[in-house]
């Protein structure tokens, strides 16, 4: 199994079926017979030639919800494009945020599938709405997740910016977000994450690095956070400077007890030794029948009544076939698998 997939399928059983025939048809009917939740991204012209489309599927479970996540939705004129995530970033602006910060015209991929995950956060959302109203209303209904319009609000929520108004009132980009000099600084032996944010963190921090006390925001240029804002190159260029003098251990401890946020720079080899990380179990190792030891990741989100737990290891392909086709009365046996 690849190591993405690992994290993404745990607490699933994983049934094949071929929907070419009728007994694997046949077997994804009887499975929808007893389902709140029908959710694909197979294209809707295949699933409806299947006899799974929307309204299908609603026969044979009229309260169902339905939740198609499909690249650029029914309408308009990329409906039938295909989508992935590299698409999806040139497509919705995701490919032009880093030559705003570095100038480099040439446009680039943000390193991570950030428009696949943050559509998916957005089906996840949508699903349960959709559940939610089922249960006060007792109606299901057909929720569309198109992944480009998903990820154009992700991303020109804040980037519309200055343009959200008619006439615009400034340029399109998060500002602050967009300039070089946001980054972490080097330290003695490091580097640093630091933001302060009120008048007297910032005035903390620059005493702590050698000013007098309160004389950061005296100064005219700095006074106010919309003055910091319009100077914040400036700002940063002194941040870096200041950096320098300490180590990174001597900043987290001297701007943590004036309460001035900042983090110590992990490293993705680091962050499996963060210290609060390990503090509240977040990675657990566990054994996988066929893939051996493996690192789990702990669910984030903290239930009081229902704690998220890990009741299942991610499962083989097809590994639960037989057993779901034997709990909706289907002979093993059967042609339904795959």
Same mark, same amino acid.
């Given at each position: 199994?690849?190591?993405?997939f690992?994290?993404?399928?745990?607490?699933?059983?994983?049934? &094949?079926?071929?929907?070419?025939? @009728?007994?694997?048809?046949?077997?994804?009917?009887?499975?929808?017979?007893?389902?709140?939740?029908?959710?694909?991204?197979?294209?809707?012209?295949?699933?409806?030639?299947?006899g799974?489309?929307?309204?299908?599927?609603?026969?044979?479970?009229?309260?169902?919800?339905?939740?198609?996540?499909?690249?650029?939705?029914?309408?308009?004129?990329? /409906?039938?494009?295909?989508?992935?995530?590299?698409?999806?970033?040139?497509?919705?602006?995701? $490919?032009?945020?880093?030559?705003?910060?570095?100038?480099?015209?040439?446009?680039?991929?943000?390193?991570? &599938?950030? /428009?696949?995950k943050?559509?998916?956060?957005?089906?996840?959302?949508? *699903?349960?709405?959709?559940?939610?109203?089922?249960?006060r209303?007792?109606?299901?209904?057909?929720? @569309?997740?198109?992944?480009f319009?998903?990820?154009?609000?992700?991303n =020109?929520?804040?980037?519309?910016?200055?343009? *959200?108004?008619?006439?615009? !009132?400034?340029?399109?980009g998060?500002?602050?977000?967009?300039?070089?000099?946001?980054?972490?600084?080097? $330290?003695?032996?490091?580097?640093?994450?630091? &933001?302060?944010?009120?008048?007297?963190?910032?005035?903390?921090?620059?005493e702590?690095?050698?000013?007098?006390?309160? $004389?950061?925001?005296?100064?005219?240029?700095?006074? !106010?956070?919309?003055?910091? !804002?319009?100077?914040i190159?400036?700002?940063?260029? =002194?941040?870096?400077?200041?950096?320098?003098?300490?180590? !990174?251990?001597?900043?987290?401890?001297?701007?943590?007890?004036?309460?001035?946020?900042?983090?110590?720079?992990n490293?993705?080899?680091?962050?499996?030794?963060?210290?609060?990380?390990?503090a509240?179990?977040?990675?657990?190792k566990?054994?996988?029948?066929? @893939?051996?030891?493996?690192?789990?990741l702990?669910?984030?989100?903290?239930?009081?009544?229902?704690?998220?737990?890990?009741?299942?290891?991610?499962?083989?392909?097809?590994?639960?076939?037989?057993?779901?086709?034997?709990?909706?009365? =289907?002979?093993?046996?059967?042609?339904?698998?795959a």
């Open positions: 199994m690849g190591p993405i690992m994290h993404y399928n745990r607490n699933k059983r994983s049934v &094949l079926l071929d929907l070419k025939k @009728e007994d694997g048809r046949e077997a994804l009917r009887r499975l929808i017979a007893d389902a709140d939740i029908f959710i694909t991204n197979v294209r809707m012209g295949g699933l409806e030639k299947l799974f489309g929307y309204g299908g599927v609603k026969a044979l479970k009229p309260d169902i919800v339905y939740v198609h996540c499909s690249g650029y939705g029914s309408e308009g004129p990329y /409906a039938k494009k295909q989508a992935y995530d590299d698409l999806i970033q040139a497509a919705a602006g995701g $490919t032009d945020l880093l030559s705003r910060v570095d100038g480099d015209p040439a446009p680039r991929y943000q390193p991570s &599938l950030i /428009a696949d943050s559509s998916g956060l957005f089906g996840a959302y949508a *699903t349960m709405a959709a559940l939610f109203h089922r249960e209303s007792g109606e299901g209904q057909f929720v @569309e997740v198109p992944m319009e998903c990820f154009s609000y992700f =020109m929520s804040e980037n519309l910016y200055g343009h *959200t108004f008619e006439p615009p !009132t400034g340029n399109y998060y500002s602050r977000v967009f300039n070089p000099n946001r980054k972490p600084y080097p $330290t003695k032996d490091g580097y640093l994450a630091i &933001l302060p944010y009120s008048d007297s963190q910032w005035d903390d921090f620059f702590i690095g050698g000013l007098p006390p309160g $004389t950061f925001t005296k100064n005219p240029r700095y006074a !106010t956070y919309a003055l910091r !804002t319009e100077n190159s400036e700002i940063y260029a =002194m941040i870096e400077e200041v950096a320098k003098t300490k180590t !990174t251990l001597e900043w987290v401890t001297a701007l943590t007890e004036r309460n001035v946020p900042c983090m110590k720079v490293r993705l080899d680091e962050v499996l030794d963060d210290e609060h990380l390990n509240v179990g977040f990675f657990e566990r054994d996988h029948a066929s @893939e051996g030891t493996y690192i789990s702990r669910h984030p989100v903290r239930f009081s009544a229902t704690p998220a737990t890990v009741r299942r290891d991610p499962p083989r392909l097809g590994e639960h076939t037989a057993e779901i086709l034997s709990d909706i009365g =289907m002979d093993k046996a059967s042609d339904a698998a």
